[in-house]
């Protein structure tokens, strides 16, 4: 289980990591275009964004209630895309509503990992 263990914890740390070995692997091993290697390689890095936000939240805030608030907020978007959906078409088409949940997951989180980055070590620094 420390075999699987190790690398989730890594990426989880540096989420980065994940996104540019993802992205370089796709363009050069699997000689796929720009587009589709970038897409792929956001959607990878989402679940390793939720996982170091939701970490970072419970160190900031001291508490343990990150991953299930990255939770709840995913499930109320997903109704109010899937609502927007039904308003609009009348009917939900769940691939594009869970397609469009999971990239802006990742600009979320992408935004919300580098401000509570950024409060900790701030805070990190000024213990010292």
């Given amino acids: 289980m420390n075999i699987l263990m190790a690398p989730v914890a890594v990426f989880a740390i540096l989420p980065i990591i994940p996104f540019f070995l993802v992205y370089f692997i796709c363009i050069f ?12 390689a956001m959607d990878v890095t989402t679940f390793f964004l939720i996982l170091s936000v939701s970490a970072l939240f419970n160190n900031v805030f001291n508490s343990k209630f990150g991953f299930y608030l990255m939770l709840l907020i995913l499930l109320i978007v ?25 990239r802006l997951a990742f600009a979320g989180t992408g935004i919300v990992y580098i401000v509570l980055f950024l409060i900790s070590f701030i805070t990190y620094i000024s213990a010292i």
Wanted: hydrophobic residues 45%; without cysteine; glycine residues 10%.
């Fill in 78 to 102: 997903v109704g109010l895309i899937g609502g927007a959906q039904t308003r609009l078409k009348g009917q939900v088409d769940v691939r594009r509503m869970l397609r469009a949940v999971w």
């Fill in 29 to 40: 091993f699997l000689k796929k275009e720009q587009r589709p290697s970038l897409l792929l």
